[in-house]
């Protein structure tokens, strides 16, 4: 956090709004610029870049902006109307997407701007939104601090992400996270399908948040650039530059102070996790690391999250003397639209949001004695995105979610302590799993003491949601841990909260330009000193006690804490020797809290060059033989064509069979009989995990008897019954029966795998 300047709420000066456009804009088009750059290094064709930003700029920016100026009363900045336009854009994108696929036209997708852009246009009323003159102009330092957050995370993603996944494997010895390929299968099947199904059985319904993949196949087919090419280059990086500017301008709307948004930006993307280990095992999950490029759909969710909370905002009420221009009765639009979207872009947004509602509602009516309609109205809206989620996007499919309490600590607790010792070391994880994720959010601590607990009604909102992620990710369990993604959705509330609280405290210290100065190189130095450290100390500590994992961030945070308990008591001895620090004691500890975790993405990097692709999660190999032979297939096959393949199982243990195969469906975009089955809705949850058997015998049997002892009636009823028209030999799986050639056309052959067409 760098110094800020006091009274940040105030509009900008006259002479901010002459600057010349080259100096005005010199922050966006460095920030662009460095992300080009980190891509070009990472291998992306510059033409691919080129293509992209068209599709950007074109198709997304342009109508979302149109759009947004149109439903909000008053204009405020430009980077706010192009952020929230940008958002809005991909909205109307996800709209358009279904109805172009849905018609049997994806292809045309390319056209649907112009839905938007020929009425604004032809109709008079609307032409005005074309052009717009701001009162109000980001500040320099703003500007320059946010390019500096998007910057800084691109880097992190060439780290961590980048540099260790080639967009297509190169050599036989390739390994990747274990969920990417299913993540690149699912945005294939969105390429010609809708709702798209499971793409590793065909016809199998897909009850699942898939809005994010179906804009990951719209960019593709808009840009035209590569499918792999836009999953493990483009979308990630876009994705997280726009969350971070979308948090910076949203904590600048509803708290009316410009550098509330751009600290919550630095929460969010800067400072990470309060961890003492090596990066590789991540206790509690993460916020942020890791997440972003592992599950692009959570990131996805915050572009419309973000925006949803904005809206929201203004529907339960400003802030008491925010500058900042209303929305009007667009806010109920707004909020309508990202409603509707996030239902479909993570099951965890809706969740946390109703809750947040509902708190807001309970918290007004407890001290108040009222409760506004207008908080009702939207309590009710939530309930309803909710429902319509629950029941027609997952048709009630758990996901293997179950309500079980505290089960993401229990790990850490083991069993057969004394009752006293149980206590103590569940009061202890407890501990680490708030400092671990939620030191972040240590500045609504501070807020709620400037305000003696009195929060305004769109602060409560913010304190719902915050609350409410953490809470339902221990209520709630999940086997594979995805009960985490509730305490990123709350996060996103969080910080901005935080970041408010922050920033009312550096106002109550009024800082000189000297001060500003020094604390922002302390916390600077701050921040390297404990990166240092981890870098040079941290392990990967012992497995066994259970709790041992959760030690070093306990022993870590109690050194700081006797540290800054030290300073507390020669505090006063420090203000008599310079009685400038009177009065700004609280902001001094609150900062160092705050980045106390910046270490945490400088760890996930490291840890990237020894652990990479996934670091405590699983990995499965990606030959380039395999992802050669699907992307044959891709080449040669209509969407439409259902591909068969032996490949079923990750792996075999004991003759179980690890049914988390993705990679053909992954890299052909094609829908397969029976790949690997263990992320299918209904399977999701089951006792046995992925070693659960295929739920259709009759089918798998069909499937397996073409390859180890295939007769014309066999293929004859792959192809009339299940509509199979290729054949996928994996080789290393089991050789495919010779009598394959003489009943089916061989079409590509390499060392590892087969293809044939079915006559």
Same mark, same amino acid.
């Given at each position: ?11 900008? /000066? ?19 610029? +460095?992300?080009?750059?980190? %891509? ?43 952020? #929230? ?15 172009? /696929? ?20 032809? !109709? ?49 010895? *390739? ?8 993540? &690149? ?14 793409? *590793? ?26 499918? =792999? ?16 500017? %979308? $948090? ?33 095992? *991540? ?69 946390? $949001? %109703? ?14 004695? @009222? ?9 009710? &809206? ?5 429902? +319509? ?15 079980? =309490? ?31 994720? *939620? ?9 709620? @003491?400037? @305000? ?75 921040? !390297? ?24 961030? &306990?022993?870590?945070?109690?050194? #700081? ?13 420090? !203000? ?15 900062? =160092? ?7 945490? &993405? !400088? ?27 699907? @992307? ?75 390859? /180890? ?33 003489? #009943? ?16």
């Amino acid at each position: 956090m760098t110094a800020l300047a006091t009274g940040d709420s105030a509009p900008p /000066t006259v002479a901010t709004r002459r600057a010349p456009a080259a100096v005005r804009f010199a922050p966006a088009v460095a920030g662009y610029a +460095f992300v080009a750059i980190v %891509l070009l290094t990472a291998g992306t064709a510059p033409l691919d870049i080129v293509r992209w930003t068209a599709y950007a700029l074109l198709a997304v920016l342009l109508p979302g902006t149109l759009a947004y100026r149109a439903l909000r009363r008053r204009p405020h900045t430009l980077v706010e109307d192009l952020a #929230l336009g940008a958002a809005v854009g991909l909205v109307l994108e996800l709209a358009a997407w279904a109805v172009f /696929t849905a018609a049997g036209r994806p292809g045309w997708l390319w056209l649907w701007p112009l839905a938007v852009l020929l009425p604004f246009a032809a !109709v008079p009323r609307l032409r005005r939104h074309w052009r717009v003159r701001y009162d109000t102009v980001a500040p320099t330092g703003w500007a320059w601090s946010l390019a500096a957050v998007v910057a800084g995370f691109a880097l992190y993603l060439n780290e961590s992400f980048l540099k260790v996944n080639p967009v297509l494997p190169t050599d036989e010895g *390739q390994a990747q996270y274990i969920d990417l390929a299913f993540q &690149l299968s699912i945005a294939g099947a969105a390429t010609h399908q809708v709702p798209p199904d499971v793409p *590793q059985v065909a016809g199998e319904p897909l009850h699942y948040h898939w809005f994010g993949f179906a804009h990951l196949a719209a960019t593709s087919l808009v840009s035209g650039v590569d499918l =792999p090419t836009v999953f493990f280059r483009l979308a990630v990086p876009a994705l997280c530059a726009l969350a971070a500017v %979308l $948090v910076a301008v949203v904590g600048w709307r509803i708290s009316g102070r410009p550098y509330a948004g751009v600290v919550a930006a630095a929460l969010m993307f800067t400072v990470g996790e309060f961890a003492f280990e090596n990066g590789f095992r *991540q206790l509690f999950g993460t916020q942020a690391t890791f997440i972003v490029w592992g599950s692009p759909s959570m990131t996805y969710s915050w572009v419309l999250l973000l925006p949803l909370i904005a809206a929201l905002g203004e529907v339960v009420g400003r802030a008491r003397g925010v500058a900042v221009p209303p929305l009007g009765r667009g806010a109920w639009t707004l909020a309508l639209l990202f409603l509707a979207a996030s239902t479909g872009a993570k099951a965890s947004s809706a969740p946390v $949001v %109703l809750a947040a509602l509902g708190f807001t509602a309970a918290v007004l009516l407890a001290v108040r004695r @009222r409760l506004p309609r207008a908080v009702l109205v939207a309590a009710g &809206l939530a309930l309803a995105a909710q429902v +319509f989620a629950t029941c027609v996007l997952f048709a009630f499919e758990s996901h293997g979610v179950t309500v079980d =309490p505290f089960s993401g600590l229990r790990t850490y607790v083991g069993p057969g302590h004394s009752a006293g010792a149980s206590v103590l070391i569940w009061l202890a994880v407890l501990l680490a799993f708030l400092l671990n994720l *939620q030191l972040r959010l240590t500045g609504v601590a501070g807020l709620l @003491r400037l @305000r003696r607990g009195r929060l305004e009604p769109v602060q409560l909102f913010l304190l719902g949601g915050a609350l409410a992620g953490p809470a339902i990710y221990l209520l709630v369990g999940h086997p594979g841990g995805s009960n985490q993604y509730f305490t990123r959705a709350g996060f996103a509330f969080g910080v901005l909260l935080s970041a408010w609280g922050w920033v009312e405290m550096a106002d109550r210290a009024a800082l000189p330009a000297r001060g500003r100065l020094l604390l922002g190189g302390a916390t600077a130095g701050f921040a !390297v000193l404990l990166t240092a450290v981890q870098l040079s100390s941290a392990t990967t500590t012992p497995s066994t006690p259970a709790y041992a994992p959760v030690l070093p961030l &306990l022993l870590w945070a109690a050194a #700081l804490t006797v540290v800054a308990l030290l300073v507390a008591l020669y505090w006063p001895a420090l !203000v008599e020797r310079w009685p400038a620090l009177a009065g700004r004691g609280a902001l001094l500890l609150l900062t =160092p809290v705050l980045v106390a975790g910046a270490p945490g &993405l !400088v760890m996930d990097a490291a840890a990237a060059r020894h652990y990479p692709n996934g670091g405590a999660y699983p990995v499965v190999a990606m030959p380039a033989s395999r992802v050669e032979a699907a @992307r044959w297939v891709r080449a040669h096959s209509d969407p439409d064509d259902v591909v068969a393949t032996n490949a079923h199982c990750r792996a075999v243990v004991d003759g179980w069979c690890d049914a988390r195969s993705f990679w053909l469906s992954g890299y052909a975009e094609r829908s397969v009989l029976v790949e690997g089955w263990a992320f299918a809705p209904r399977m999701v949850g089951l006792p046995e995990g992925p070693y659960a058997p295929f739920w259709d015998t009759e089918r798998l049997r069909a499937n397996d008897v073409a390859f /180890t002892a295939p007769t014309a009636a066999r293929l004859a009823e792959l192809r009339d019954r299940y509509g199979v028209r290729w054949l996928v030999a994996d080789r290393e799986t089991g050789p495919e029966s010779p009598e394959l050639r003489s #009943l089916a056309d061989l079409r590509f052959s390499n060392e590892r795998t087969a293809v044939y067409r079915l006559r």
